[in-house]
């Protein structure tokens, strides 16, 4: 039998550990219903919000002439290469529809009519220490047309990729990139070509 849910974790404190122009890292003191306290509980919070929803991202899965367009991207944290779908941070006071195709094109110099955005729903990239939402999209009928910004360390170039190698690819779990993978599994579910419930071999 599962669990009760418990209640709100309270706040008790908080000091701010580092900031940079992305981030603040804060330390929090927080307390549950049962009296279990927790000292310098690591949070990482984007500092370019300012929504009370904690949409703080985006993730866009570019199609162009039935291929899907992914970056092969290095990721320091981890020292190695992952597949992932355009994707970047909403800016303040902008709408996620408008951040989409903004990371859209400078992340792969697509362009797309903002009534060919598909929205996915809403996706926790890890709910337990970074304090933002991803907003999730498919970008259909994109097309060539705008300046690519490579200016991001670590951003591969974009590879546009069949539609049957990628739905392969998800079959044998190949993508780790969190809102990439929830991102391609809700869009193949909502055109009704889902991928297959088989383990890779």
């Given at each position: 039998m599962p669990a009760p849910n418990t209640g709100p974790v309270r706040l008790l404190g908080r000091r701010v550990a580092l900031q940079?122009?992305?981030?603040?890292?804060?330390?929090d003191h927080i307390e549950d219903d049962h009296g279990l306290r927790v000292r310098d509980y690591l949070t990482?919070?984007?500092?370019?919000?300012?929504?009370a929803d904690r949409l703080t991202g985006v993730t866009v899965v570019p199609f162009s002439e039935d291929r899907v367009v992914l970056l092969r991207t290095y990721r320091h944290a981890l020292e190695r290469h992952f597949w992932e779908a355009a994707?970047?941070?909403?800016?303040?006071?902008e709408d996620p529809r408008d951040a989409a195709l903004r990371e859209l094109s400078e992340e792969t110099g697509l362009?797309?009519?903002?009534?060919?955005?598909?929205?996915?729903?809403h996706a926790a990239p890890e709910s337990s220490t970074i304090a933002g939402r991803c907003a999730l999209?498919?970008?259909?009928?994109?097309?060539?047309?705008?300046?690519?910004?490579?200016g991001e360390i670590g951003l591969g170039a974009p590879q546009a990729l069949e539609t049957s190698e990628v739905r392969r690819m998800l079959d044998r779990f190949e993508f780790e990139d969190a809102t990439t993978e929830i991102a391609l599994r809700r869009y193949?579910?909502?055109?009704?070509?889902?991928?297959?419930?088989?383990p890779p071999s």
């Open positions: 940079n122009a992305v981030w603040t890292i804060n330390l990482l919070s984007p500092r370019k919000t300012d929504r994707r970047g941070f909403i800016d303040p006071g362009i797309c009519r903002p009534e060919n955005l598909l929205a996915l729903g999209f498919a970008a259909i009928d994109c097309r060539p047309g705008a300046a690519r910004d490579a193949f579910a909502r055109e009704g070509t889902g991928v297959s419930e088989r």
